[in-house]
């Protein structure tokens, strides 16, 4: 029995992507340049975030972005980061980032063949009291070798290569998948490495915690307000489940993949779309639900099947356990 401080057959996920890659001969190891690049920008605003206090990068950080809100020191930061990363890896051709108005368009020097669209930081608003907060990012291939367009990003969720999160909580975990599973890394900080910690993430078929924002309650719709009222007096005598809600996506969303349960974003009287975002913070969430034998449904269709027209459209979402969004779909007259 080996010491399991010293295991000898680490296996980082550089390995582990190096592993799945051989079972495409003709990869090049493009998609694993790739991701060490994202690697190393989530390594990078792990310890930003857990310095943030001492470098004095709490607070705003004096700008607003497309979204309306007040830009924090972090988000700029961390924006930065994967910007640079992403570009010097030589293997993307467009970027979009929460906190870029625009597309970043790859210079032909330096252009790959992989979109990648990111949130660098989310759950802003808990980075001054100390709550997890994360990076989530999808990868699409371009849609074919002319010049690349927005179009090769306003793809359905369905056509991602590849996604993933980091969380930067008591420990920095990335969860990703590339289209076989799901699988949980662990940044052992001695090594700089991510070690595989979390092999084939399931998530349970039902749960017993419900995650929303209770205070947007009186803006909700029917189906959603009766769901939630369900959750709460259960008219099958089953116990009523618990509420957790954190107000990271990342970190509800990944209690929510280990633990079951349901995570909710709904549309209100005062925001139609709901508030999350489909490329960067839906798509990438529900491409890993699906992944790990949940479901994700926007209220009107499967969240994958959604083809975004504008690069920071929203969505309602509600994902998770598969027997419980099996009954929000129910309430919203969808076919199961
Ligand atoms: P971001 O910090 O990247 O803008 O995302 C914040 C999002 C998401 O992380 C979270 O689920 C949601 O905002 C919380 O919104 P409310 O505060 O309206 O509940
Ligand atoms: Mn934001
Ligand atoms: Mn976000
Ligand atoms: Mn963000």
Redesign the pocket.
Known sequence: HEADAYRTDLMTITRFVLNEQSKYPESRGDFSILLSHIVLGCKFVCTAVNKAGLAKLIGLAGET?V?G?EQ?KL?VLSNEVFVKALVSSGRTCILVS?EDEEATFVAPSKRGRYCVVF????????IDCGVS??T?FGIYMVKDDHEPTLDDVLQPGKNMLAAGYCMYGSSCTLVLSTGEGVNGFTLDPSLGEFILTHPNIKIPKKGKIYS??E??AKNWDGPTAKYVEKCKFPNDGSSPKSLR?????????HRTLLYGGI?L?PADKKSPNG???VLY?VFPMSFLMEQAGGQAFTGKQRALDLIPEKIHERSPIFLGSYDDVEEIKALYGAES
Do not use: H, T
Not at 245 to 253: K, L, N, R
């Open positions: 972005n979204q809100e924090k988000d929460e949130d660098p930081l989310d759950g802003s608003s808990n907060i994360g989530i929303v924002n205070g947007n809600y954190i107000g990271s996506m990342v970190a509800d969303v995570f974003y508030k999350l975002r913070e």
